[in-house]
């Protein structure tokens, strides 16, 4: 059966991590593949190997495949690189998948993310599909629930969301003076803790980022994301640097993924589990490191000197 969903790959210099998510896709054989691969930093030798070994994988493509290419001969960088290449990505499609180079999708992602587009194409207010699946140790009776918080390592949305995302958080200040992030929120910390973050992103001129803008995007519309009760996606972003040697506590990359999921059973009533947020944000994104790691890294750091 032909896999008709199109399916965005985001590329820039790392053809090694590259060519396992293109792996996956060799497997699915997508009638509809997008290719975006960001150009080399100036003068750099390394970017300009990497960005031409991705390019060679694309001549892996051996089945009928409606390809379109988006190769830049100057870097765009990773925040307005990726975030112009899903644009670009929907002003062709109406909906679709975008997986970055370092995102390794289980089989059993692709008609996940399918069936989701598809049951929900028309309901405003769900504006993200993910496919990493964290804390799973909250439980839920359903085989996926509902959050307002995205996660972007392997996710899908459509034209209809991407339509409101604003590189720029233009309209940051409006969205703070309503207070209107506390309704997705229990916990007054958690609030203060999307503030602050999300206020940080909004006065960094550089803006080397996208995905932070796309949840004040979320929050600015109370958003829905859509999550699976169990993981999906193995993030191999760490391979071959210093922190894939580093004690990982957190478990964030090379997690196992649920090779046989089945999106069978839905939640009975489409609206955030604002537990679910809280819980995620305190054990997620306020997360820190026992007193035994933190000890380990000024350790390291004194002996590194």
Not at 64 to 88: D, F, H, M, Y
Request: one cysteine or more.
């Amino acid at each position: 059966m032909v896999f008709d969903t199109p399916i965005l790959l985001v590329w820039f210099n790392r053809p090694d991590n590259a060519s396992r998510v293109f792996d996956q896709i060799k497997k699915l054989k997508p009638s509809k593949l997008y290719v975006a691969i960001d150009g080399p930093r100036e003068g750099n030798i390394t970017d300009q190997i990497g960005t031409d070994g991705c390019k060679r994988l694309l001549s892996e493509i051996d089945w009928p495949c409606n390809l379109q290419t988006l190769i830049r001969e100057k870097n765009a960088g990773c925040g307005l690189g990726v975030s112009s290449a899903i644009s670009w990505f929907f002003e062709q499609e109406e909906m679709g998948i975008i997986l970055e180079d370092d995102c390794v999708p289980a089989q059993s992602f692709f008609p996940y993310c399918q069936e989701m587009l598809l049951k929900y194409r028309d309901d405003e207010q769900i504006m993200h599909i993910a496919g990493t699946r964290w804390n799973e140790e909250y439980v839920t009776e359903s085989s996926y629930l509902f959050s307002s918080i995205s996660h972007i390592w392997g996710w899908a949305t459509w034209r209809r969301a991407w339509n409101k995302y604003d590189f720029e958080m233009k309209r940051w200040s409006e969205l703070v003076q309503s207070e209107q992030i506390k309704k997705h929120f229990r916990n007054p910390d958690n609030v203060t803790y999307w503030v602050k973050t999300l206020d940080r992103f909004f006065n960094d001129s550089n803006k080397h980022t996208w995905d932070y803008q796309w949840q004040y995007t979320l929050f600015l519309h109370n958003g829905i994301s859509i999550n699976p009760s169990n993981n999906l996606i193995q993030n191999i972003g760490t391979s071959g640097s210093h922190e894939s040697n580093s004690i990982n506590f957190r478990k964030i990359y090379f997690r196992n993924v649920d090779k046989e999921y089945k999106p069978s059973k839905k939640p009975t009533i489409i609206e955030p589990d604002i537990r679910f947020n809280d819980y995620h944000t305190k054990k997620f994104f306020r997360w820190r490191p026992p007193i035994i790691y933190r000890a380990y890294k000024r350790l390291h750091k004194i002996v590194s000197k």
